[in-house]
């Protein structure tokens, strides 16, 4: 019985030993970007089994990004559905191929390529839809979709104000408006406000 347990933790250890040479660490240096919205990173490291990458046509794209002539990555993820020989990173975290683009690791699957446009690093629209992140935000009408007073949380179209890729609840979207400063009322402090509210981060603090 002694015997059969050495000889079993003796297995393991082999088996162990040999899995670890198997692994590679691929390492892209330098990809500090300085373009607002994107990744501002100087070192990112992407380690994947050699079963998984092709080390001979292995490259680093910036950002997080990388590929070989099989997948896409973004860090440790492989981005399903790429196509490695026309993927390009765009800014952010959104990149894209030929024929789909991405938010992070994931498609944005009714994105008009021809129309799509990037906001900011959470929300996007083309033609027919809004997005936040990957996700069409279904309450939002594209032709009217924008910024209230540059708050980058903020948005609105003709019928709704937005924040986090939600409709604001109760919010007003004719009487509503972002102070350029941090506000303060009866002790509580707010950034937004309309006839009905005052808001800060998303949520009504004071009722008027």
Request: charged share 35%; net charge positive; proline share 1%.
């Amino acid at each position: 019985m002694k015997k059969k347990i050495i000889l079993f933790i003796l297995i393991t250890i082999l088996i162990s030993s040999c899995y670890k040479k198997k692994e590679k660490t691929f390492i892209c240096k330098g990809n500090k970007e300085t373009e607002a919205g994107s990744a501002n990173r100087e070192d990112n490291s992407v380690t994947l089994g050699e079963r998984e990458v092709d080390s001979s046509t292995f490259v680093c794209l910036g950002s997080g990004y990388s590929k070989d002539k099989n997948s896409v990555y973004l860090l440790n993820y492989k981005i399903k559905g790429a196509d490695p020989k026309t993927f390009e990173y765009v800014v952010g975290v959104y990149s894209k191929d030929k024929n789909k683009i991405f938010y992070a690791d994931k498609e944005i699957k009714k994105a008009d390529f021809e129309t799509f446009e990037i906001i900011n690093v959470s929300y996007s629209k083309d033609k027919s839809h809004v997005y936040y992140e990957e996700e069409v935000i279904k309450e939002a009408d594209a032709g009217t979709f924008k910024l209230v007073n540059k708050s980058d949380f903020y948005f609105k179209d003709k019928n709704y104000v937005y924040f986090g890729g939600k409709v604001l609840p109760d919010s007003d979207v004719r009487t509503f408006i972002v102070h350029d400063e941090l506000q303060v009322k009866k002790g509580i402090y707010y950034k937004a406000e309309d006839k009905n509210n005052y808001y800060e981060y998303g949520k009504a603090v004071l009722e008027k």
